[in-house]
């Protein structure tokens, strides 16, 4: 009776509609060092989310930091502890008031680029000088925030080329591929249900008609065609708004 019971119960609950996320969450609150603990190991976030509460969902192989229902933050999961999963490109922003962290801070020393941002960096120094082109070279670093580092090497590769050695220049040969953004499924649904409408063009011709025909002529036609008007009737009178219907007039 026991197995029976427990059969019919299991076959009454309801069936979950969305898909199981195989994670452990965990709330908390950024630190002004822009990092959320999860399991005795702290991971960073944008700067905009510092002292901010979000959520930590653990995977086996990694860690999303969610905030406000989106993604903000993805690292590979550390079973070590007391560890610091840092994203340098999280920390992009604190370097315009920092530019000597780039030398010195283990975020940005340990930083794996291509070889050719120091090429970049070299070629700026000698020709502006050590403080001006580390900060043209910050300028630079700070494009990877919104172009991947493949493609803006690309550019640097071919701004060195052809000795175009500012930030400036760079940042504008890196403008147009900001949307060069394949587009998604709902996209392609939408553009490929547009080319299937035609709208007929207009006929002009129907305004030539009304515009050659005199006023009492027209309002004649259109007493003549109202199936409300009996052949033969005299029209009654339009009867004026009474005073109860101008009190029921407001916004």
Known sequence: MSARFERD???ALPVPTHRFDACILQPGQVDKYQTVRF????????????????????????VEVVGDGATVATHARSYGSGQKVLDPLHFLGTLEKKPAALDHAPVYRDWQL??????????????????????????????????PVERLAS????CL?????????????????????????????????LAAVTVQPADLAQF????????SQGDADARRDDPAVAQGQPEAPEVADDAQRVGEAGP
């Open 9 to 11: 119960r299991a076959a």
């Open 39 to 62: 399991d005795r190991n702290s991971y960073s976030v944008p700067r905009r989310w510092a002292f901010r509460v979000v959520t930590a969902k653990g995977y086996v192989d990694r």
């Open 114 to 147: 291509p070889p050719v941002f120091t090429e970049l960096r070299a070629a700026l120094v000698a020709r502006l000088g050590s403080c001006v082109g580390t900060r043209h070279h910050i300028r630079v670093l700070q494009l990877l925030a919104s172009h």
């Open 155 to 158: 550019v640097v590769t071919g």
């Open 161 to 193: 080329a052809r000795g175009e050695l500012d930030a400036t220049t760079i940042t504008a040969a890196a403008r147009p591929f900001r949307c060069d953004i394949a587009p998604s499924s709902s996209d392609n649904a939408m553009s490929l249900g």
């Open 208 to 215: 030539d008609r009304l515009l050659t025909r005199s006023p």
